[in-house]
T-cell receptor, first 113, second 111 residues
Framework: SAVISQKPSRDICQRGTSLTIQCQVD?????MFWYRQQPGQSLTLIAT?????????ESGFVIDKFPISRPNLTFSTLTVSNMSPEDSSIYLC??????????FGPGTRLLVL | GESVGLHLPTLSVQEGDNSIINCAYS??????FIWYKQESGKGPQFIID?????DKRQGQRVTVLLNKTVKHLSLQIAATQPGDSAVYFC??????????FGKGTSLLVTP
């Protein structure tokens, strides 16, 4: 399984600002994903980060709010733009493993005041 | 704090007892299911998976049962230990490798 790290692990931000979350994998992977986990709830897929092309966003998520970069096969970033308290969540990156399994990073805990 | 608006069902079991965590799915076309464990402050961790051509699959202290007739999945944990305390999610593929997660169940193991 891949080893995935995320930075920052947590942050407290002011509304109206933006935060960029980094995801680093210890091996080259084709598919990387970003999820959001709101307090006390399940995970919701934000987008699939595609290397060399634009990310593919799920319904309810847009590029202007959650721009994603994927410059190579081991790294991706997710930016949460113009934050509001409703953006307070855990943001998780994951990579596709064998079969359809995914492996997750530790998450970034974001609190927006 | 993060507990505001907590919606997860909770299962409380005594240490040493067996735990059964249930999950209902809606997509009858789903052919692959995964159970994840998420400990406090961590990302989800893969536990066990099962394909739709199987009814049962066993791992170390865990068993997953699949009932396709009623679209129900369960995770059984034998001899539950304090380290099993976590939130458990079932998931199935949306498209390609992206996953759709169930609501989750919080398992609390008491001594």
């Amino acid at each position: 399984s891949a080893v995935i790290s995320q930075k920052p692990s947590r942050d407290i931000c002011q509304r109206g600002t933006s935060l960029t979350i980094q995801c680093q994998v210890d091996s080259q992977v084709t598919m990387m994903f970003w999820y959001r986990q709101q307090p006390g709830q399940s995970l919701t897929l934000i987008a699939t980060a595609n290397q060399g092309s634009e990310a593919t966003y799920e319904s309810g998520f847009v590029i202007d709010k959650f721009p994603i970069s994927r410059p190579n096969l081991t790294f991706s970033t997710l930016t949460v733009s113009n934050m509001s308290p409703e953006d307070s969540s855990i943001y998780l990156c994951s990579v596709a493993g064998g079969k359809e399994t995914q492996y997750f990073g530790p998450g970034t805990r974001l609190l927006v005041l | 704090g993060e507990s505001v608006g907590l919606h997860l069902p909770t299962l409380s079991v005594q240490e040493g007892d067996n735990s059964i965590i249930n999950c209902a799915y809606s997509n009858s076309a789903s052919d692959y299911f995964i159970w994840y464990k998420q400990e406090s402050g961590k990302g989800p961790q893969f536990i066990i998976d099962i394909r739709s051509n199987m009814d049962k699959r066993q791992g170390q202290r865990v068993t997953v049962l699949l009932n396709k007739t009623v679209k129900h999945l369960s995770l059984q944990i034998a001899a539950t230990q304090p380290g099993d305390s976590a939130v458990y999610f079932c998931a199935d593929p949306i498209s390609g490798y992206a996953l759709n997660f169930g609501k989750g169940t919080s398992l609390l193991v008491t001594p």
